[in-house]
T-cell receptor, first 113, second 112 residues
Framework: SAVISQKPSRDICQRGTSLTIQCQVD?????MFWYRQQPGQSLTLIAT?????????ESGFVIDKFPISRPNLTFSTLTVSNMSPEDSSIYLC??????????FGDGTRLSIL | SQELEQSPQSLIVQEGKNLTINCTSS?????LYWYKQKYGEGLIFLMM?????EEKSHEKITAKLDEKKQQSSLHITASQPSHAGIYLC????????????FGAGTRLTVKP
């Protein structure tokens, strides 16, 4: 299965700032996704990162708040903009090719003060 | 939209005991996946089930998908402290981007 490197693994940020999370895969993959996992809860899909075009966002998530890039088939970034304490979560990158299972990065644990 | 309900929400067992976690879907499952998550970390893929009646095993963990394809169970035999974590079931949504939805998870504690 693909090896996924997600950075940073954790960060503590000030209110109003932005943080960019990187996801690097060791092989080309068809689909890349970004999830949020709030404390004690399950995963919620933020968006599908589309290579060379704008990401597809789920209801409740907007590009201005969570801009996503995917310049090629092995790399994507998620930015959490103008952060507030409600954005404190684990953010997870996942990848999928065809009907294979999704595989996940180790996540980024984000705390906003 | 498809909902996945997991039960129980949490489970505490003595080392060596068997246990079962259930995942029930509001719709027919076309692909059902089991993952394990250690606290604050990413998800580790365990097993994938696609056919009604299918059963798969890996070491002491067995997963089944019922014939009607709306429920799956994960069974751990002779549990060990290394089995502790959060177990999540996930299902294909059938959408264009092949994304998944997840259950709320079952937190397993194994007491030595």
């Amino acid at each position: 299965s693909a090896v996924i490197s997600q950075k940073p693994s954790r960060d503590i940020c000030q209110r109003g700032t932005s943080l960019t999370i990187q996801c690097q895969v060791d092989s080309q993959v068809t689909m890349m996704f970004w999830y949020r996992q709030q404390p004690g809860q399950s995963l919620t899909l933020i968006a599908t990162a589309n290579q060379g075009s704008e990401a597809t966002y789920e209801s409740g998530f907007v590009i201005d708040k969570f801009p996503i890039s995917r310049p090629n088939l092995t790399f994507s970034t998620l930015t959490v903009s103008n952060m507030s304490p409600e954005d404190s979560s684990i953010y997870l990158c996942s990848v999928r090719s065809g009907n294979q299972p999704q595989h996940f990065g180790d996540g980024t644990r984000l705390s906003i003060l | 939209s498809q909902e996945l309900e997991q039960s129980p929400q949490s489970l505490i067992v003595q080392e060596g005991k068997n246990l079962t976690i259930n995942c029930t879907s509001s719709k027919t499952l076309y692909g059902l996946y089991w993952y394990k998550q250690k606290y604050g970390e990413g998800l580790i893929f365990l097993m994938m089930l696609q056919k009604g009646g299918e059963e798969k095993s890996h070491e002491k963990i067995t997963a089944k998908l019922d014939e009607k394809k709306q429920q799956s169970s994960l069974h751990i035999t002779a549990s060990q402290p290394s089995h502790a974590g959060i177990y999540l079931c996930g299902a294909d949504t059938g959408s264009w981007d092949n994304d998944m939805r997840f259950g709320a998870g079952t937190r397993l504690t194994v007491k030595p």
